[in-house]
C-alpha cells in the first residue's frame, strides 16, 4: 500500500534538510568491480562434464522477456554487468559480453578482466548471434532452449549445422546449478485490470483469438488451387509473452519488478479450452472464481511441459510465435506446431478508445508531477543545495505518488515505470544510466543534465524524457540540443500515407543530425503498453511494420558525447488519421498527436539554426503544455510560476544585447 505523503514543490527531500546543505551529500564511492573469476571457473566445470565448448547466457528470462525478475537475472550474476539487454558467451578460456550502444560505457564499468566486450550493432559484429555461428568448426554450444526464440535458434540451429557444430541444449541451466544464492521465484499475488481501464472484457478478447484461429485454419487448410490439404487442423495458440497473457486475461501482476505482469503460459483453444499455467500460489479465490466464470481453468505452472509432451490439447496443430522459447517448438515437435506472427501483440498496440483516453490523463498527471519535481529542483540548486542524481530519482517518484493521493478515491499511480534514468555532465552520455544510493554524482549548475523517467497509472503507462541546463549551456551544447530537437519536431510533423512503417520516418529524426556528422546508435522510438510493459511492439522506429491509428509511440532522438554530456527529448505520440489537402476519397494519411505535456526548455535552443516553422511550434509546443497543466497546479504557487516562466521564455542567448533582450528574426 502507498503511504500519504505530502510534498508539494516546495518541500525538501527529507525532514532534516540542513544535512544536504552544500558539502554535506553522501561520500561518492566507486562502482563495486566484482571478481567473477570463481563464477566463471565453476561454469566451465559444468560445461565440461557436458562437453560443451561454448555456453550462451542471454540477459531474457523463461518467456523471453526483455526485463526479469531477480531470480532470472543470470546474466549479471555470472558477469556483474547490470544493464537490461545483454549476452554472454564463456569458452574454455575466454569470457566474452555483447552489448549494445545503449550499454558501451555501463559494461566497461561494472565487468572485470575476465571479460572481453563486444559491441553491437556495429559493422565487425552485428549481434551475438553471428558471431557465435563464426565460433572454430566443431565446436559445441550450449545455451538454456528456454532462454532463446524459435526464430534465432533456427538461424543459429542452420548456421552452425553448415559449419560442422553443434547446438546442445542441457537438462538444466549450467549458471543455475552453480548460483548457490538465487533468489527464489516472486510470489504475488495476480489482481484484475477492470474493464473501465481496458475498455474490452475477457471473454470478447478470448472469442476474439478463436475467431482468429479459424480464419487462420481456413487459410492454412487449402492449397494454391483451393483444394483442402492434409496438413492438420490448427487446434489452439500458445502464448508465452506476459503482457500477452496479462493483455487477454485483463490481470496484472508484480513478478517483474517496473513491469506489471506475472509469471505464466496460456493455452486458448479454438475449441473454448483456455488453460493458464501460473503457480498456485499467485491466484486467490476471487481470481480463480473470475477466470472459471470466463472458461479458463488453471493448472500449475511446471504442468505445461508435461501437457505439451503429452499433445494434451488433442487434434489439430498449436499455433506459436517467432519469439516464442524455442524449448516449446522442440517439446512440441515440428510436426504438431505452426509458426505465425503473434495476433495478441498486434492487437494490443492498437489502443481502443478506452485505453487512448486513459493514456491521455495518464500522461497528465505524469506532467503534472514532473513540473513540481522541475520547479522543486530548480528552487532547491538555486538555493545552494547539492542535490545527488539518486536523491532526484527518489524525489521524481514521490511525486508522482502525491498525484496518486490526489485523485481521491481511486488508486491511480501503480509505481515507476522503469528505473529512472537521472544522468548529470558526463553520465548522461551512457543513454540507460541509472543513479545508486552510494557513488551518484551531485547536479551541478555547469552541466547538462537528462532525466528519462516514467510512471505505471492504472489507465496508462508514461515515458517522457527531457534535457535541462541549470546555469547556461556552451555553444556546443545548445547546437548539439537543437540539432536533436529539429529531428523530435520532423518526427510529430510528419503526415504519412497508410501502410508507412516506422523505419520509413527514422531518417527524419537523423536528418539534422546527419548533417553535421552526427548521429545516435539506439532507436528513435518505441510503443508503450496500456498500464504495461513501458516498451512494446511491433510497430517501432526500427521496425518494418506498418503504423496505424491507435498505435502510440516514443519520438526520441538523442546525442551522446562520450565523457561529457548527453542530449534526449522523447514525447509519446497517438497515430491518428489527418485530412490533407489533395487527398482522393479512398485514400488515407495518418499524423501524430502528442500526449506527453513536459515543457522544452527553450534556453537550450539556438534559434539561428531553426526555421520560422519550427520556432512556431516551440511556442505552440509549450504553450499548450501551460494551458494544459495549469488547471491542476493551482495549489502549488512555485510549480505554477516555473511552469508559466519555462513556456513563455524566449530562446536562448542569442541576440541579446545588455538589457538582456533577444531579438528574434521571423
Known sequence: ???????????????????????????????????????????????????????IIPSEDGHLSEYVAESDKRLH??????GSAGTAIVSKRSAYLFVDSRYWLQAEQEVDANWTIHKTGTPEIKDWLDWAITCPRGSKIGIDSRMISHERATKLYKGLYDRGSKLAHPRQNLVDLIWEDRPKRPKDIVYVQPVQFTGKEINQKLSEIRKWIRKQNSALGKDNKGGLTRSGSLAAVFISDLASIAYTLNLRGADIPFNPVFTAYLLVGVDGKTILFIDGEKVPKEIKAYLNENGVSVREYSDVWTYLRGKQWGEGKVIISPNTPYAVSLIIGSQRYVVLPSYIEEVKAVKNETEIEGMREAYIRDGVAMVRWFAWMEHKISQGYEISEWEASEKIDFFREDEHIREGETPMYMGPAYENIIAAGANAAQPHYTPTRHGSKCIGKNEMFLIDSGGHYRDGTCDTSRTVHFGYPTVEQSEAFTRVLQGHIAIENAIFPAGTAGAQLDVLARKALWRDGQNYLHGTGHGVGSFLNVHEGPHSFSSSTPLQPGHIITNEPGF???????????????????????????????????????????????????????????????????????????????????????????????????????????
Open 1 to 55: 500500500m502507498l503511504t500519504w505523503r505530502r510534498h508539494d514543490s516546495t518541500s525538501t527531500l527529507v525532514s532534516d534538510e540542513q544535512q544536504y546543505k552544500k558539502g554535506m551529500m553522501l561520500a561518492e564511492e566507486p562502482v563495486e568491480i566484482v571478481d567473477t573469476t570463481p563464477r566463471i571457473n565453476a561454469l566451465r566445470a559444468k560445461m565440461a562434464e557436458d562437453s560443451i565448448d561454448y555456453f
Open 77 to 82: 550474476w555470472i558477469s556483474n554487468f547490470t
Open 560 to 666: 551522446y558525447k562520450d565523457g561529457e554530456f548527453g542530449i534526449r527529448i522523447e514525447s509519446a505520440l497517438l497515430v491518428r488519421e489527418v485530412d490533407t489537402k489533395c487527398q482522393k476519397d479512398d485514400d488515407h494519411f495518418f499524423g501524430f498527436e502528442r500526449l506527453t505535456h513536459v515543457p522544452i526548455q527553450t534556453k537550450m535552443v539556438r534559434a539561428s539554426m531553426l526555421s520560422k516553422d519550427d520556432r512556431q511550434w516551440i511556442r505552440d509546443h509549450n504553450a499548450e503544455v501551460r494551458r494544459t497543466l495549469e488547471p491542476y497546479l493551482q495549489d502549488d504557487k512555485r510549480a505554477l510560476k516555473w511552469l508559466r516562466r519555462e513556456c513563455q521564455k524566449g530562446f536562448g542567448n542569442e541576440g541579446k544585447g545588455s538589457a538582456g533582450l533577444a531579438i528574434e528574426w521571423d
